[in-house]
């Protein structure tokens, strides 16, 4: 306890702060946002050594060394292609100085981050945002393996009973393919949950 106490006040951990959304534009993380494809942060919580900004369409970490040095390491995770899930939220103790909220984004190691304790109420909204945008990645799954088994159900009732030409093999398989991709990458593979962040985040 008093370890900590002291790396406290001796500016030495790296408990994490929330930054304001008018400073969202000097922060590190800024420079690597694809905002020609409409990318923007909405959570961006910044510790002596990294950033973990928030945006529409991905996490983006800036992991920094250490807090003495200026090599920083940028990693992406889009939201596409990173299944959010174990989110959970450890509020402070009474002489705890930090909350912390983690939780697993793809199959990477999982994410623990500390943040000072007096933002615990956006900390909560980050949370709720999180949590809910893993539910959605989880049912969006659930129906590309159902749209998937329906494939194989159709493919399995369309028997070909009588001679036919390849322009009308070809045209059937077209229209199948055709639809079976505006319904599996279209409709059930989003990208962008700004939405999501809209609704619960309150800067």
């Excluded at 959570?43 to 950033?51: P, R, V, Y």
């Excluded at 030409?165 to 045209?171: A, I, L, P």
Aim: with cysteine.
């Amino acid at each position: 306890m008093f370890k900590k106490l002291a790396s406290e006040a001796l500016g030495l951990s790296d408990i994490g702060v929330i930054v304001p959304a008018s400073d969202f534009n000097k922060v590190d993380a800024d420079d690597y946002l694809f905002s020609e494809d409409g990318e923007k942060i909405f959570f961006l919580i910044k510790s002596k050594k990294d950033e973990y900004c928030f945006t529409n369409l991905a996490l983006v970490h800036v992991d920094g060394e250490s807090a003495v040095s200026s090599k920083r390491v940028i990693k992406r995770y889009d939201y596409l292609s990173h299944r959010i899930s174990h989110v959970t939220l450890e509020t402070a103790g009474t002489i705890d100085m930090d909350v912390e909220i983690k939780f697993n984004i793809g199959d990477g190691a999982p994410f623990s981050i500390d943040v000072r304790k007096n933002f615990i109420e956006q900390l909560k909204d980050l949370y709720k945002a999180l949590h809910s945008i893993g539910k959605l990645q989880e049912r969006e799954e659930q129906a590309r393996q159902i749209s998937m088994q329906c494939l194989g159900v159709t493919g399995q009732m369309f028997k070909l009973g009588h001679e036919v030409s390849e322009e009308q093999v070809s045209r059937h398989y077209m229209s199948l393919l055709n639809t079976v991709n505006s319904v599996v990458l279209d409709k059930l593979s989003r990208k962008d949950y700004g939405g999501v962040f809209e609704r619960y985040i309150q800067n």
